[in-house]
């Protein structure tokens, strides 16, 4: 270790009170965000502690290389002041959530060509993690930033490939020194640097495997983004297309299961590793954006929680894969934005697709077997303007009282109270005209406030 390390270790150590020190330990199911750190005309900047209570892995997007390089990385709050800001991730780290520091983005060039410029990338990635206390990072390097021109997954022979592992162990190592805690690692590639690599082993064609798997021991997340991207061949070698239910799912399992490139085979990952990586909306991405009920419905086959499935594509693991560790998403501002369809409609399908069981047919009555986390309910009308029906299906007349919480679009509640009947009415005419969220149990519905 050198003389800069020290010191820097020195520096980190008075700069880290120990009462802000969190456990590593990621929830047993994420919903990771990434948070601009710019401000846009149609997805406004939020301050980060106040997302979507549902988003519990925040990635700060992003930090880049310095003018004039592509390996000396810098961030700096644009809107928020510094201190301010670190005070934020504080407050969202004291919430048990964790905050990533994103390092890359679709805008930017991050390339190590040189010993020279991994030290400088490791020095520069760890002064920033030893400022603001971040718990880990996220590594999302696209374009040209990584290419295979030969070698294997196992064995890389391109330096921007090598010097990159080598780079992130250090990092790894460094934070868990001065810490005493694992660094979160999560990598979060494009399609064709992972599943791409089954039709092509060359370019970005792959380019990320050697990387997952050099670092899977240390990786806990791999938020593979299913858009902006092409057709891709699944495991039976149909061609599949984003934007669609087989998407989804060919791509997770074949991420699950590996598959054979010409530079080798690639091992999958558990699925408690993997999260599914979508667009928040229509206008956040190119393409790839899907609407809710196909997501739900490509979830709840893929999570092994129901037969139906519209697309063409068989899963090989007949029960689905129960352990996915959640979702992913582009972005926390574009879904917190009312420039799409409405605001938090990924965060609210998040928690549709893991915190209740919803291939309960609506006809089952045997409720010897049910439990509120079946519960279901009908709304409306939608949108209203004095107050709003609630109409629960007949099997849920023994789980009777059972509360409620109404919520605005920024998560905060407005009202409560408890259902008391199958059919209960609510007076919603003092709510101010807005977007609503009214759950019961854990199921949630929107409505709109006229």
Known sequence: MNKYYILLITIAF???????????SLPQKVLVGYWHNWDNPLAPMIGPEKVH???????IAFATPRAGTDYDIYFHPLIIKKDDFKSRIKTIQSQG????????????TIKLDSAMERDVFIQSVLRLLFDYEFDGIDIDFEGNSIRISGGTISQPVDSCIVLLIDAIKEIMKEYSEVFGKKAILSISPET???????????????AYLPILDALRDSIDLVNVQLYNSGGMY????????????????????????GFNTKGGFFQGFPPEKITIGLPACNLAASNGYMHTDSVLMAMNYLLGKSDYFTGSYVLLEKNGYPNIRGMMTWSINWDATDSCSYPYEFAENYKRIFNIQTNISKNDTNTNTLKKQDLYFDLFPNPARTEIVIKLPDFCQNLLPIDFYVR????????KGTIRSLNSV?????YPRDIYFITIDDYTEKFIKD
């Open 14 to 24: 008075s700069l880290i009170n120990i009462n802000t020190i969190y456990s590593y």
């Open 53 to 59: 209570p549902a988003y519990n892995v925040i990635n």
């Open 97 to 108: 959530k964790k905050v990533l520091l994103s390092i890359g983005g679709g805008n930017t």
């Open 192 to 206: 064709a640097y992972v599943q791409g690599g089954q039709s092509g082993y060359g370019g970005v064609w792959g």
């Open 234 to 257: 699944g495991l039976d070698w149909k061609i599949y297309t984003q934007a669609t239910p087989d998407f989804i799912v060919a791509m997770t399992e074949k991420l699950i299961q």
């Open 408 to 415: 605005n679009i920024y998560g905060s509640t407005v009202d």
């Open 426 to 430: 609510i007076n919603i005419s003092k």
